[in-house]
């Protein structure tokens, strides 16, 4: 059997053969957000990278070595992911966010999701066989299917999701619960080779702040640790 790093080596091969023969507008593109390991506690899953990386159209598979961008980021976005975890008060979460493994949906980098979006429609047309059967499916879908196979290698004994979208995709519309005094959306993958508990956060935005006030703020860590239980 190949060891964890030869078939992350042989995966983000594939990625790179996949996104580099389609139209990202120049953008770049990364898999990683933190460093990567095999069976963190947690893996954390978002739309796609946000940044302004136009013009720098290598790819790379971490963002940074030894850089995790959710504890070590700047942005309010990233503050917002610190604060949901109690980041540097509470030892058990601020661990977890530390040593989990945290990637996308999909992994160019663009500035807002709409323009992701029109990355997609521009590319509508490019098809790509499919993992899951023998049809031959759009640039989105196949971005979609990798992050299956991404999971099978990494092995995560939890998922969290940011955003409605990646929940959706992940778990699928049956087998929904929640839990904690935040309703967090819980569920399973519906594909894949292992069954993980998959929770649903809010994307941690702006435009998002009414799920996140100051007395729901001080819920989340107990949903999360909660769901870290499971």
Known sequence: MNTFEEQMQTFWMEVQEIYNNIDRRNYTYYMFQTDYRENPDLMIVGINPGGETNGNPNPILEHCEDYNNYTDGDSLWCSRIRELFDFGNDEYLSNILRNCVGTNRCYINTPSKDILEEIYKSNSEKIFNSIHSNKLIPFKNKAGELLFTLIDIIKPKHILTLGSDVFSHLVGAKHVNTIGSCEM??????????????????????????????????????TITEFMNL
């Open 185 to 222: 959306k819980i569920g399973y993958p519906k594909s894949g080779n292992v069954k993980i508990p998959v929770g649903y956060i809010p994307n941690p935005s702006g435009i998002n702040n009414k799920y996140f006030s100051a007395t729901k703020m001080k819920e989340w860590p107990k």
